[in-house]
């Protein structure tokens, strides 16, 4: 896993984990930090999520994760909601926000 410490330490079990369910996201797919931290095996983790997915060094698909109330990134707002788009996700760019929807859900769509 990349990062932007200047030494490099093997990734936590936690951060191993998060990244496993970084990448199986695919295009359309919107969670939340928290649902990612679930799905990972360490609920109430949410903000280890963001913090994997800021050091990174863009090695994960960022744009599709969002908070619990749907909100885009602070400001990257454009770029996530034109990523978002380009992957057919419906973005409320008036609020800044899309409707995360739980990857299962998506899937019997």
Do not use: C, K
């Amino acid at each position: 896993m990349a990062s932007d410490r200047t030494t490099e330490r093997p990734p936590t079990p936690l951060e191993e984990a998060i990244a496993s369910v970084l990448r199986s996201l695919e295009p359309g797919d919107v969670v939340t930090y928290g649902e990612v931290a679930i799905e990972a095996g360490w609920p109430g983790r949410s903000r280890a999520v963001g913090r994997v997915l800021s050091t990174s060094g863009g090695a994960f698909a960022w744009w599709r994760v969002v908070n619990a109330s749907g909100r885009l990134v602070p400001g990257h707002e454009e770029e996530q909601a034109a990523r978002l788009e380009a992957e057919g996700v419906a973005v409320d760019r008036e609020r800044g926000r899309v409707r995360p929807r739980s990857r299962s859900a998506q899937r019997e769509e």
